[in-house]
């Protein structure tokens, strides 16, 4: 049987699911955003808390989910906070799996077994109760529909939705496009999932090995005054302008 509380990684799993073929839509951006998504539920917790652009363990307690604990574990290894980039950006092999395998002994998917061109064994999982995931896309539309802000949840839902590129395969079509416009807007009600969003779409750009900029850096980087902010380590460093020299290769 499902259960009444459902964490982040799930729901945003649950979301990308087709009803239709059963495969989960965006599904290389969508590990990226449940590697995320774990960071948000670990926050709502009380187990870390944003450090600037870092995540901290301020609260190394297990929460009684081994995914998110083994996520939580991890990070607390780390001994210092670490850039949300570079946590969502590291190795997460078979986190997708892991979280569809979750669903199915909770009794939320079954797995349909079949094959590719007649060939490869292929697994697709279709929803055994179809009313939580309505439950969840109503939470979606109303904070759409209505403009009220949500809840932290809810906001940050709607945040790594937006960010994993769940948009058009929530809200499809030209008649899509407003409510895809104010799905992206929820992200600023919540700070963690915003921090963690905007990590996300970072390491989808490329993004991974530079520092998010302040507005004040990025002003004066702007203006070409002095206190630009330093390349980050490992970025090579911008010759002047005349000037040949060469950054060292990495």
């Given at each position: 049987?499902?259960?009444?509380?459902?964490?982040?990684?799930?729901?945003?799993?649950?979301?990308?699911?087709?009803?239709?073929?059963?495969?989960?839509?965006?599904?290389?951006?969508?590990?990226?955003?449940?590697?995320?998504a774990?960071?948000?539920?670990?926050?709502?917790?009380?187990?870390?808390?944003?450090?600037?652009?870092?995540?901290?363990?301020?609260?190394?307690?297990?929460?009684?989910?081994?995914?998110?604990?083994?996520?939580?574990?991890?990070?607390?290894?780390?001994?210092?906070?670490?850039?949300?980039?570079?946590?969502?950006?590291?190795?997460?092999?078979?986190?997708?799996?892991?979280?569809?395998?979750?669903?199915?002994?909770?009794?939320?998917?079954?797995?349909?077994?079949?094959?590719?061109?007649?060939?490869?064994?292929?697994?697709?999982?279709?929803?055994?109760?179809?009313?939580?995931?309505?439950?969840?896309?109503?939470?979606?539309?109303?904070?759409?529909?209505?403009?009220?802000p949500?809840?932290?949840?809810?906001?940050a839902?709607?945040?790594?939705?937006?960010?994993?590129?769940?948009?058009?395969?929530?809200?499809?079509?030209?008649?899509?496009?407003?409510?895809?416009?104010?799905?992206?807007?929820?992200?600023?009600?919540?700070?963690?999932?915003?921090?963690?969003?905007?990590a996300?779409?970072?390491?989808?750009?490329?993004?991974?090995?530079?520092?998010?900029?302040?507005?004040?850096?990025?002003?004066?980087?702007?203006?070409?005054?002095?206190?630009?902010?330093?390349p980050?380590?490992?970025?090579?460093?911008?010759?002047?302008?005349?000037?040949?020299?060469?950054?060292?290769?990495?």
């Amino acid at each position: 049987m499902g259960r009444s509380r459902r964490t982040l990684p799930e729901e945003l799993l649950l979301l990308a699911l087709d009803p239709a073929t059963g495969t989960t839509a965006q599904p290389q951006s969508l590990d990226l955003g449940l590697a995320g998504a774990q960071l948000v539920e670990l926050a709502l917790a009380g187990r870390i808390a944003p450090d600037g652009d870092r995540i901290a363990v301020v609260v190394p307690r297990p929460t009684g989910d081994p995914t998110l604990d083994c996520a939580l574990e991890l990070l607390r290894r780390r001994g210092a906070p670490v850039r949300a980039v570079h946590w969502i950006g590291g190795p997460r092999l078979g986190l997708r799996q892991t979280y569809l395998s979750h669903l199915e002994r909770c009794g939320m998917v079954h797995a349909v077994a079949g094959q590719m061109c007649g060939v490869l064994p292929t697994t697709r999982y279709q929803a055994t109760d179809t009313e939580i995931s309505r439950e969840i896309r109503a939470r979606l539309d109303s904070a759409i529909r209505t403009g009220v802000p949500p809840d932290p949840r809810t906001a940050a839902l709607a945040a790594l939705a937006h960010a994993v590129g769940l948009g058009k395969h929530l809200y499809p079509g030209n008649e899509g496009r407003s409510s895809r416009s104010r799905l992206r807007d929820l992200i600023r009600h919540d700070p963690m999932g915003g921090l963690v969003a905007h990590a996300v779409m970072d390491v989808q750009n490329g993004a991974a090995a530079q520092p998010r900029r302040s507005p004040a850096q990025a002003g004066r980087q702007a203006a070409g005054g002095r206190g630009a902010p330093e390349p980050a380590r490992g970025v090579p460093a911008q010759p002047r302008r005349g000037s040949m020299a060469r950054a060292a290769a990495h």
